[in-house]
């Protein structure tokens, strides 16, 4: 019968520290492009400007309906073509928070939709233009709204990063990759790493609630 030996983690604990570092610097990194991108883009969706809504539009069916895989290689080969060196952590941070930007445009459109039209008359009232209206009033409190179901594209973007070991970088999956290999025990070592990935996400979602009770709102 097998059984369970988990004397190697002594030995490599460090590498796995290694690891979960390098996976939160993706994760974040990732995630501030991700958020920054798709706001732009949520933006352009509710401009009057039909060029800037095809843009944003073509941009969001692009990412969403293509494998972030495709689109992770498409990066990882295609910069370097185009005379853009990157690193491969580098490489997947674009790739991530470019992929996530799709799915935080629809979440935060959906969320400038849900401000009342009450806020830009007020705006208007108060003599701001439509650019101070929407940065100083809608934009605030349209991200306040997105922030719950933005969590959960969070957690999905924490999961889907450990796809950067297939482009050589030593996060949690391409160390868990090396230890299997060099310790020929690779059940135990995939016990560690979903129990790695479960206190990322229950620890992003336990961290979204707080925040979410401190900055909810009512429309």
Do not use: H
Not at 5 to 22: D, H, T
Not at 127 to 133: A, C, K, S
């Amino acid at each position: 019968m097998y059984q369970l030996n988990f004397s190697f983690v002594g030995k490599y604990l460090p590498m796995m520290v290694s690891g979960v570092k390098l996976s939160l610097v993706i994760i974040v990194g990732s995630m501030l492009i991700g958020i920054v991108l798709g706001t732009v883009f949520a933006l352009f969706r509710q401009s009057k400007s039909r060029l800037l809504q095809a843009a944003a539009s073509i941009w969001v069916n692009v990412l969403r309906n293509t494998p972030f895989l495709v689109q992770l290689f498409f990066f990882y080969y295609g910069l370097p073509l185009l005379g853009i060196d990157t690193s491969p952590v580098a490489t997947s941070i674009i790739a991530l928070g470019i992929n996530t930007s799709a799915v935080n445009c629809e979440i935060i459109r959906a969320g400038l939709l849900a401000v009342k039209t009450d806020y830009y008359e007020c705006a208007k009232a108060l003599g701001f233009n439509r650019f101070q209206t929407v940065r100083l009033i809608v934009l605030p409190i349209a991200l306040r709204v997105a922030f719950k179901p933005l969590t959960s594209n969070f957690v999905n973007l924490a999961l889907t990063s450990s796809t950067a070991f297939s482009i050589t970088c030593m996060e949690i999956m391409g160390v868990a990759k090396t230890i299997s290999s060099n310790t020929s025990r690779p059940f135990e070592v995939y016990i560690l790493i979903i129990l790695l990935y479960c206190i990322f996400t229950y620890t992003i979602s336990f961290a979204a609630k707080l925040i979410d009770r401190r900055i909810a709102i009512k429309l």
